[in-house]
């Protein structure tokens, strides 16, 4: 049987760019060996649930293949806590599922809406990287179906070029059919945390250095502040609770008021909405609504790392023109000068963040595509100002080229090809695997022909 491609509008979830792609959406690994095969001409691209943010997921004049229904967990061991699952499984499912029974995802990023397809194309990270690494670190097993047809198991062990160059490749190297994560065993649907209220960016770097024996840190940063407020901000650290924790009010219930606040839940659109003076005052309430010093709770998981899943549609906040996500990394520097220069050149634009987050991340390093880097990362959540917002990035790019650092491509819509061949000096090494198992450019993506990952 045939397979049956729809005209479908596409975006990642910051709704910038919108590409029309013919799709389908097969429910079986038969199905989609078929879709492959039906391609005809053109390329393909698989599309999970649409939360990187750019253009990653995105090819015009190709062909998605949406993985949504791919959806069965195949086997599970409780003793070692490996399971397998097709690509398009959740992690909301798995969370769902395995947390009752003493299992979490062993890495999450800030929403549980990613499939474990895309969690391996974007080598994940979350508040645990500097104990836990990516999701690379605790997969084996990836079926990849490449673009010969042929199914090819690989993991550290077996292939490990093609999985590498898997781990982070952005979905160019062939299909995920499925893999084995291993999860890590919890006593309790709680976090045991602690907010500090840090009121610049050295108290920042000084209560990080000072949370090594916490598994998850990430602060929110207030990047509109200047002067000696630079950086100012929450850090939030923790660690999967004890059996007998009891669930208690925690600042993070007054975020999730705040936040709703802004959007209470339903689907909204307006280009008004998040301005200047309304970002600035969310920012403003957001530090208040934590208590000074150090305030200790016992809080919801859910809340601890997927705050803003709370809010349905909250990318619609931004407006019909979407919104882009800027995420870098750069190596450490006692006197931190590129995080400084960063923050004063965005809090002088006046196009502050919205969300603003940093985090310091471990020492692990995989090579290749994959982004985290031993260093400082900083995420910043922009409205789509335009022309003036890209020369403000362009100017940033600059800046992290010069120290060394990157952008993370899972979150990327317009980083230059110069900038990104500096960023990611193994791309070469990267390619010639790719083009070994896929010669005639069958996957293909807007993210690889803008940074000439594919011809």
């Not at 599970?76 to 806590?81: K, L, N």
């Not at 549980?112 to 974007?122: K, P, R, Y």
């Not at 689907?267 to 530090?287: G, Q, R, V, W």
């Not at 705050?307 to 349905?312: I, K, S, Y």
Request: hydrophobic residues 40%; contains cysteine; proline residues 5%.
């Amino acid at each position: 049987m045939s397979t049956n491609w729809v005209n479908k509008k596409l975006a990642g979830w910051g709704r910038y760019p919108v590409v029309e792609m013919l799709c389908a959406r097969p429910q079986s690994p038969s199905e989609l060996r078929q879709a492959l095969a039906d391609r005809g001409a053109d390329s393909v691209l698989a599309f999970g649930l649409g939360r990187s943010y750019g253009d990653v997921g995105l090819l015009r004049h190709g062909k998605a293949i949406l993985t949504e229904r791919l959806d069965r967990m195949l086997a599970f061991d409780p003793e070692s806590g490996w399971l397998r699952c097709e690509a398009g499984v959740g992690l909301a499912e798995i969370i769902k599922v395995f947390l009752p029974r003493g299992f979490f995802p062993p890495v999450v990023p800030g929403t549980q809406f990613v499939t474990v397809g895309g969690a391996l194309a974007n080598n994940i990270h979350g508040k645990n990287h500097h104990v836990d690494g990516c999701w690379g670190d605790h997969v084996r097993r990836v079926e990849l179906l490449t673009a010969s047809g042929e199914i090819v198991f690989c993991d550290k062990d077996h292939e490990p070029e093609l999985f590498w160059a898997t781990v982070g490749g952005l979905g160019l190297t062939g299909l995920v059919l499925s893999m084995e994560i291993r999860l890590t065993p919890v006593h309790s649907p709680h976090i045991d945390m602690e907010t500090v209220r840090v009121n610049h960016l050295d108290e920042f770097f000084e209560v990080s250095a000072a949370s090594a024996d916490f598994t998850h840190t990430v602060s929110w940063i207030d990047c509109a502040k200047r002067g000696l407020k630079m950086g100012r901000g929450v850090f939030m650290r923790g660690r999967h609770a004890a059996a007998d924790a009891t669930l208690e009010k925690s600042p993070l219930t007054g975020v999730l008021d705040l936040v709703k606040s802004f959007a209470d839940g339903r689907p909204f659109e307006s280009n008004l909405l998040l301005n200047k003076l309304t970002i600035k005052a969310f920012n403003e309430a957001y530090f208040r609504i934590h208590p000074a010093g150090t305030h200790r709770s016992i809080a919801d998981l859910h809340g601890f790392f997927f705050p803003l899943d709370a809010v349905d549609n909250w990318n619609y906040a931004y407006g019909s023109r979407g919104f882009l996500q800027y995420q870098i990394a750069v190596p450490h520097d006692p006197e931190h000068r590129v995080m400084r220069e960063v923050l004063r050149r965005v809090s002088d634009t006046g196009m502050a963040s919205f969300l603003a987050v940093i985090k310091e991340f471990g020492d692990q390093q995989h090579g290749g595509l994959s982004f985290p880097i031993p260093g400082v990362t900083l995420a910043l959540d922009f409205p789509n100002y335009g022309p003036a917002l890209f020369a403000l990035l362009d100017t940033l790019d600059a800046l992290v080229v010069e120290a060394g650092g990157r952008v993370y491509l899972g979150k990327d819509a317009r980083l230059s090809r110069q900038h990104f061949r500096i960023m990611y000096p193994e791309w070469e090494r990267w390619r010639a695997v790719r083009d070994r198992w896929d010669p005639n450019g069958v996957f293909k993506s807007e993210l690889g022909k803008r940074l000439g990952l594919v011809d």
